[in-house]
């Protein structure tokens, strides 16, 4: 994604040249790595975390972290984004929409479809983190 805006600012400034579909290309391709990579993200423990208390809990206490967290926050969040989206994802395959822009991407109905993807993806990673979580509580209760 550097080099392809690199080669549009050196296109459009050192050349006057410039077409619609390459900038838009960008945009595209950062809703995919933003939307599709959430949940990876989430899975390798990569997002924002206050690590101030967390650091210095035992397991059992980061795991009901974990799962109070995941089950009261993350998945009512994907669950209202899914809601909120549907009938805007829907709209938009209805009229197949495209680019507004002459010489635009025709697919944006694509595009708009990846708001459906983001918070499936999470929530499936979600269910994962609340397993992993009452796991460890049922082991350091046993244990």
Not at 33 to 54: E, I, N, P
Not at 72 to 90: D, E, G, K, R
Not at 113 to 122: G, K, R, Y
Not at 130 to 140: E, P, S, V
Request: proline share 3%; hydrophobic share 55%; aromatic share 14%.
């Amino acid at each position: 994604m550097v080099l392809l805006t690199f080669t549009i600012v050196v296109l459009r400034y050192g050349f006057n040249l410039g077409w619609i579909w390459l900038q838009e290309s960008l945009t595209y391709l950062h809703v995919a790595v933003f939307t599709v990579v959430a949940a990876w993200t989430l899975q390798l423990d990569g997002h924002v975390r206050v690590d101030v208390f967390y650091a210095e809990m035992t397991a059992g206490k980061r795991a009901l972290v974990e799962l109070a967290g995941t089950a009261l926050f993350l998945v009512p969040f994907c669950v209202f984004l899914l809601y909120i989206a549907w009938p805007y994802v829907a709209n938009s395959w209805q009229l197949l929409e495209t680019s507004r822009e002459a010489g635009g991407l025709p697919l944006v109905f694509l595009l708009k479809s990846l708001i459906l993807v983001m918070p499936l993806l999470l929530l499936c990673q979600a269910f994962i983190n609340i397993t992993d979580a009452w796991k460890t509580l049922r082991q350091h209760k046993s244990g």
